[in-house]
């Protein structure tokens, strides 16, 4: 297949599937994705090497634009992840840089970026301290440390990254 007329898609699958469908893709002869995460896994006896997919419930295909709506019929398969009311696109370049990333690394993370990063000035959403405002100073997980000036003095608080949004200067 011409590779200038295709396009890389993320389908989102059915939660565990993700390994099923990109071996039913293969099967069917559409070029798909699944990256794999290296993983040691422990039990009680031993420790293992396991291959996870880094994306939970995602494959990537690479179809033709007339042809894509054929990816859909594959078991497993719930829908394309739109973005702007269509099936979004993705470029090769992110492709590559994440099989070349996965190639360098093994337990990699995946965080969602909420728009909020370091040094960054944010508002608290809820809580005590609603309306307030301060600068980010560290994201760990699902936490970020915010400092907030008063009276002179710097206060450093702890709180959910749902909880803070960032301020557009």
């Known amino acids: 297949m011409n590779k200038k007329n295709t396009f890389w898609y993320a389908v989102y699958t059915k939660p565990r599937w993700e390994k099923k469908v ?3 893709f293969t099967e069917k002869g559409i070029e798909n994705y699944c990256p794999l995460n290296k993983v040691i896994k422990q039990w009680s006896d031993r420790k293992k090497m396991v291959l996870e997919p880094l994306f939970k419930s995602y494959v990537f295909v690479r179809v033709a634009e007339k042809e894509k709506w054929a990816v859909t019929a594959v078991s497993g398969v719930l829908n394309y992840v739109y973005w702007l009311g269509k099936p979004a696109t993705i470029k090769d370049e992110e492709i590559i840089t994440i099989k070349k990333f996965l190639k360098e690394f093994t337990d990699v993370q995946v965080e969602q970026c909420r728009g ?8 608290v959403k809820q809580g005590v301290l609603m309306n307030y405002q301060g600068i980010l100073v560290e994201v760990t997980g699902n936490k970020a440390k915010v400092k907030i000036e008063s009276m002179g003095l710097n206060l450093f608080a702890q709180f ?3 909880n803070l949004e960032a301020l557009i200067p």
Not at 116 to 123: G, I, K, P, W
């Open 22 to 24: 990109a071996a039913l």
């Open 116 to 123: 909020l990063q370091v040094n960054t000035a944010v508002r």
């Open 160 to 162: 959910e990254t749902s």
